[in-house]
């Protein structure tokens, strides 16, 4: 179905989808928000306009639900405005809903009743799958990682083969079976912060680690269905990525990205294979701050305003807070915290995909893959929309680098260094940007 279509009977089927997902959490965020508003304070969206503040934009959710699972809107459901969108423009007005969430957890963080509403709006992006609106570029993606054919594509192919014929002459060993390490990246990271590749990898041989990586990208970035609610090609990609884990059987899986990946390795992958990992995730940082407690690494101090942007997938959900600011206060003379740090650190306004589909990645990615990505001009309108207002999300970490004086922000996200480096761009703030594991192996001693 295309973008411009609304196939009345695919909507309402999508529903299953979304009474699938209806378990006991999603049932607390579904019936125990009061509205009090304190979520809206801290959404990076609400900034864009008031209807994309967290409540309203799981509200199409709760409509479904509501037609289901409530006895009086199930009997009357025109009265509470229940059940499935009835025009395209209704399901347009969804999609753009969806499509404004990062799934930050800034909302769960602040509200008092502890209701994700990111969550909520990650199944309504399932649900919009199941009615056939999903970005096309988020789409190609999502098909070609879980048909595994990714490389098929000469630009994308001529990317990895170049990272791993220049990662061969430093000796990296691929696919080393009962490796203690497993070194996990991915086609993005490689293509968008190879520096974040090289600098893990010259890290692991500082610290003389018994280490492996796969010599042909697992996925895209993690499985790229999960951010567009596309449950089969998640599981696809996860059970392969899973096989080829328990192949290698390492004690550790570490990763450099603490983005997404770093939530799907430690919590998504297990629960969808269904098995208790008889692996660890760990984060590079975790590696560099053990070894520096250890002694086993020195630091020169790195001259010059540093700061730290906290992902919010390896910081607010994975726990890593503090450990990048200890070992980036080692690495540098004198490094500075953001105004928002720690669990209420600010979002910078581009996860759950939103960067990743924006006009100017779509045409970096036509680019590099030397085809043009067919889109309608609703969708078009739709993404140039999309673009605006996550420039506008985007701001206020903007406003909060600028305000650090720093002239280096590091992080540990590919999907974060490219919002960043669109949105400091837009707003004329000239910062270097760099990704955790390079910026501390260039200033090793
Ligand atoms: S998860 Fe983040 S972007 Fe999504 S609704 Fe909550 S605060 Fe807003
Ligand atoms: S903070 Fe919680 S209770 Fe308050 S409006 Fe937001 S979701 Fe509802």
Redesign the pocket.
């Known amino acids: 179905m295309s973008w411009e279509e609304f196939n009345a009977e695919k909507v309402r089927s999508a529903e299953a989808y979304a009474l699938r997902h209806l378990d006991s959490v999603m049932l607390h965020?579904f019936e125990?928000?009061?509205?009090?508003?304190?979520?809206?304070i801290n959404c990076p969206y609400t900034a864009a306009g008031e209807e994309y503040?967290?409540?309203e934009k799981?509200e199409p959710l709760r409509k479904i639900y509501r037609r289901h699972a409530q006895i009086v809107p199930k009997l009357f459901p025109w009265l509470f405005g229940a059940g499935a969108p009835k025009s395209k423009e209704e399901l347009d007005k969804w999609v753009e809903k969806a499509y404004r969430c990062t799934n930050c957890g800034l909302?769960y963080t602040?509200?008092?009743?502890?209701?994700h509403?990111g969550e909520m709006i990650k199944v309504l992006r399932g649900y919009l799958a199941k009615s056939g609106r999903i970005p096309t570029l988020l789409k190609l993606m999502v098909d070609a990682e879980a048909s595994n054919t990714l490389l098929e594509n000469a630009g994308l192919r001529g990317i990895w083969e170049d990272a791993v014929s220049k990662l061969k002459e430093e000796g990296v060993e691929f696919n080393k079976k009962n490796a203690k390490y497993l070194y996990i990246t991915s086609l993005a990271e490689v293509m968008m912060t190879p520096g974040s590749v090289f600098g893990a990898v010259k890290l692991f041989k500082k610290l003389n680690l018994d280490w492996t990586m796969p010599d042909k990208p697992l996925s895209m970035r993690a499985p790229i269905g999960s951010l567009a609610g596309d449950d089969e090609a998640t599981a696809i990609v996860a059970r392969r990525i899973y096989d080829y884990i328990r192949e290698i059987n390492p004690e550790y899986v570490v990763l450099s990205d603490g983005g997404y990946p770093y939530t799907f390795f430690r919590f998504d992958l297990p629960r969808i294979i269904g098995e208790k990992p008889t692996f660890k995730v760990v984060h590079v940082v975790e590696l560099v701050e053990e070894a520096l407690k250890q002694g086993k690494l020195k630091f020169k101090k790195a001259a010059g305003k540093v700061t730290w942007h906290s992902p919010c997938k390896m910081g607010r959900f994975g726990g890593l807070l503090e450990e990048p600011v200890r070992v980036l206060s080692e690495a540098s003379s004198d490094f500075v915290k953001l105004k928002s740090h720690g669990s209420f650190g600010k979002c910078c306004g581009g996860g759950s995909s939103i960067a990743c589909i924006v006009p100017p990645t779509q045409q970096m990615m036509e680019k590099v893959m030397g085809t043009s990505i067919p889109i309608s001009g609703t969708e078009k309108a739709f993404l140039d929309k999309l673009y605006k207002d996550m420039l506008v999300a985007g701001k206020a970490k903007v406003d909060e680098i600028r305000e650090s004086g720093a002239s280096v922000v590091v992080t540990s996200c590919v999907g974060c260094m490219h919002t960043l480096s669109m949105t400091t761009q837009a707003y004329g703030v000239n910062v270097k940007l760099k990704m955790l594991s390079e910026f501390l192996s260039e200033n090793l001693e």
């Not at 125990?32 to 809206?40: A, F, P, Q």
């Not at 602040?110 to 209701?115: K, Y």
């Open positions: 965020f125990d928000c009061v509205n009090c508003g304190l979520c809206e503040g967290p409540v799981a909302c602040t509200c008092p009743f502890g209701i509403s």
